[in-house]
């Protein structure tokens, strides 16, 4: 049972455009969501977190909407940069810093 | 400031071999983690540990797999007897104390292959 879903296997986005990347969940306890960057033979890096309480979060070029009567959160790039190339992972908190993955969004930054 | 620091970063195993992963948490961590990323999947996690305790083992596969977090020392992820279903990268993970909020910071990850 997937309780975190990234639906898109891929996304392409040129440059300097706006890259939008979406998560879905389906456990309502879930009250903290994280989003993860990882380029291949390296372990995942922390990008940008958002609490159930709020409903967006904004560092830097990255900014993190959660619509929990959804149970949806999206993460938003702009302007998208060569080097942000990678998977994303989206993860959601279950209790006591264990995290539960979505199946990751390869990330395609087109000059 | 060192990351969490994982070795070997690359492992091959025969069948029925012994696989010992080994992870450094990040200074001034106490609590690990160990995920788990068969190839085009998301991370699994695995386990969670203290220092000398186990306090979430419900991703552990029930037979094979062990972990520990000793007093002084690395965290071990300890897998026996391996199969090829077993060749995954292997994501240990840090954070200062347990609690929503407390981001999590990941290895560079241990591949392990099992031939």
């Not at chain 1, 456990?27 to 977190?49: C, H, Q, R, V």
């Not at chain 2, 990351?3 to 690359?10: A, D, L």
């Not at chain 2, 450094?24 to 699994?44: C, D, F």
């Amino acid at each position: 049972d997937q309780q975190v879903k990234q639906n898109s296997p891929s996304l392409s986005v040129q440059e300097g455009r706006i890259s939008i990347l979406n998560c879905d969940y389906t456990n309502s306890m879930f009250d903290y969501f994280l989003w993860y960057k990882k380029y291949p033979a390296e372990g995942p890096t922390f990008l940008i977190s958002i609490s159930s309480i709020k409903d967006k979060n904004e560092d830097g070029r990255f900014t993190v909407f959660l619509n929990k009567s959804a149970k949806h959160l999206s993460l938003h790039i702009v302007p998208s940069q060569p080097g942000d190339s990678a998977v994303y992972f989206c993860a959601a908190n279950q209790g006591a810093q264990k995290l539960v993955f979505g199946q990751g969004t390869r990330l395609t930054i087109n000059p | 400031n060192a990351g969490v620091m994982q070795n070997p970063r690359h492992l091959v195993r025969r069948r029925g071999q012994e696989a010992r992963l080994r992870c450094s948490p990040m200074k001034g961590h106490s609590h690990v983690y160990w995920y788990r990323q068969l190839p085009e999947e998301g991370l699994k996690f695995m386990v969670y540990l203290q220092k000398e305790n186990i306090i979430d083992e419900s991703g552990m596969p029930k037979e094979r797999f062990s972990a520990e977090f000793p007093k002084e020392g690395p965290s071990i992820l300890r897998i026996q007897q391996v199969v090829r279903g077993d060749s995954a990268a292997y994501f240990c993970a840090s954070s200062p104390s347990g609690g929503v909020g407390n981001t999590i910071y990941f290895g560079e990850g241990s591949w392990l292959t099992v031939v």
